[in-house]
C-alpha cells in the first residue's frame, strides 16, 4: 500500500539546562537515560530538567502509539512479499518472471487509460503473445500462498516485486518496488502489446502510446539480456545485450548467431535516435542499470490502481 506520510518525533536535549529545548525531527531516537543515580533535592535544576524528560518520554509513548509508522509498515509488508519470491526464484525461472511484468503492464494504453499493471494477467493466459507464462504464474501461485498466509498480496504486487527480484537475483540493479496495487476482475484488451516483428519506428510509436521515451523503451528492452535470446549469458543481468546488438552476429550466414535477438531487437540498432542509447549502455553499465531501474519503477506503476489509505 502507498502509506500516508509517517509521524516522528525526537526529543533534542543541548544541554543538562532548564532552558532545553524540544523539538520534532523526521526520526525518532531513544531519549536519554532520566535517572543519574544520586540524590537532589526538590529545587534542582538538574532534578526539574530529569522530571521533564521523563513526562516528555512518557507522553511520546501515548503519542506514537496513536500515530501510523507508515513507512516501517510498508517495509514490514515488501520484505514479507520479497522472502515469500525468493523462496520460489531461481536464475533459471528469472526470465519467465520477468517476462511476465512486461507482459502485465504491456497492455497500457495512455489515450484510454486502460490496461497497465493490474495483475490481469492470469486471464490472459491463452493468448499466443503469452505462450509459456502459465509456468511463471505457477511458480508465483505457490509464493502467493505463502505471502497470503500472513498479509494479502494483490497479483499485480507479486508480479511487480517479483520481476525486481528476478533482476537482483540475476546480478542487475536493486529496484524497489510500492505495494498497495489493486487486481483487475478481467482481462485487458487484447492487441496492445508491442508485436516482435515491429520496426523501430513503429515500436518507438508503440512506446509513446504508453507514455514512454525512445531512452525508456531501449533501457527496458535490456530485460533481454536475460534468458534465451542469445545475449549473453542467460541468467547475466548486464550491459552485453547492447554489446552484441553493436555486433549485429544476425548478419552471419547460418549458424545459430543468426538466431539470435527477436527482429524487433535488431531494429533498434538500425535507427539512429535508438542506436546512440545502445551505445551510451554498451559503454556504460552503471548508467544502463540507474536506467532501466527507473524505467521499470515507472513501468509497473503505469495504468495501476491504487489502494486507498
Not at 543519574?36 to 521523563?54: K, Q
Not at 509459456?132 to 497479483?155: F, N, P, T, Y
Not at 539512429?272 to 513501468?299: M, P, V
Request: hydrophobic share 40%; net charge neutral.
Amino acid at each position: 500500500m502507498w502509506a500516508p506520510t509517517c509521524w516522528t518525533v525526537t526529543c533534542s536535549v543541548a544541554s543538562p539546562s532548564p532552558r532545553s529545548d524540544v523539538s520534532s525531527k523526521r526520526r525518532f531516537l531513544p531519549h536519554a537515560a532520566c535517572s543519574s543515580g544520586r540524590s537532589r533535592s526538590n529545587d534542582d535544576p538538574y532534578l526539574s530538567y530529569e522530571r521533564r524528560s521523563l513526562v516528555l518520554s512518557t507522553m511520546l509513548s501515548l503519542v506514537l502509539a496513536h500515530v501510523p509508522i507508515a513507512n516501517a509498515l510498508e517495509l514490514k509488508e515488501v520484505s514479507v512479499v520479497q522472502n515469500g519470491v525468493r523462496s520460489v526464484l531461481s536464475k533459471a525461472k528469472a526470465a519467465g518472471i520477468l517476462r511476465l511484468v512486461f507482459h502485465d503492464a504491456g497492455t497500457f494504453d495512455l489515450n484510454s487509460k486502460s490496461g497497465g499493471m493490474n495483475g490481469s494477467i492470469i486471464y490472459e493466459l491463452d493468448r499466443p503473445e503469452n505462450a509459456g507464462l502459465s509456468k511463471s504464474v505457477k511458480v508465483l501461485e505457490k509464493a502467493k500462498r505463502e505471502i497470503d498466509s500472513i498479509q494479502e498480496v494483490s497479483w499485480a504486487d507479486l508480479i511487480a516485486v517479483a520481476g525486481a527480484e528476478a533482476v537482483s537475483l540475476c546480478g542487475g540493479p536493486t529496484i524497489p518496488v510500492r505495494l498497495g496495487r489493486l487486481d483487475s476482475s478481467a482481462p485487458d484488451a487484447e492487441g496492445k502489446l508491442p508485436e516482435e516483428k515491429l520496426d523501430a519506428i513503429a515500436l518507438k510509436r508503440c512506446f509513446q502510446n504508453k507514455g514512454f521515451s525512445t531512452q525508456e523503451m531501449v533501457a527496458l528492452s535490456g530485460a533481454h539480456s536475460i534468458g534465451n535470446k542469445g545475449f549473453g549469458n542467460p541468467f547475466q543481468f548486464d550491459n552485453s545485450y547492447y554489446s552484441i546488438l553493436l555486433e549485429k552476429p544476425w548478419t552471419s550466414s547460418g549458424g545459430m548467431s543468426s538466431m539470435i535477438g527477436l527482429p524487433s531487437d535488431r531494429a533498434l540498432v538500425e535507427d539512429d535516435e535508438c542506436l546512440r542509447w545502445i551505445k551510451t549502455y554498451a559503454g556504460d553499465q552503471i548508467k544502463f542499470f540507474e536506467d532501466f531501474k527507473n524505467a521499470y519503477i515507472k513501468l509497473v506503476n503505469t495504468g495501476a490502481s491504487w489502494e486507498v489509505s
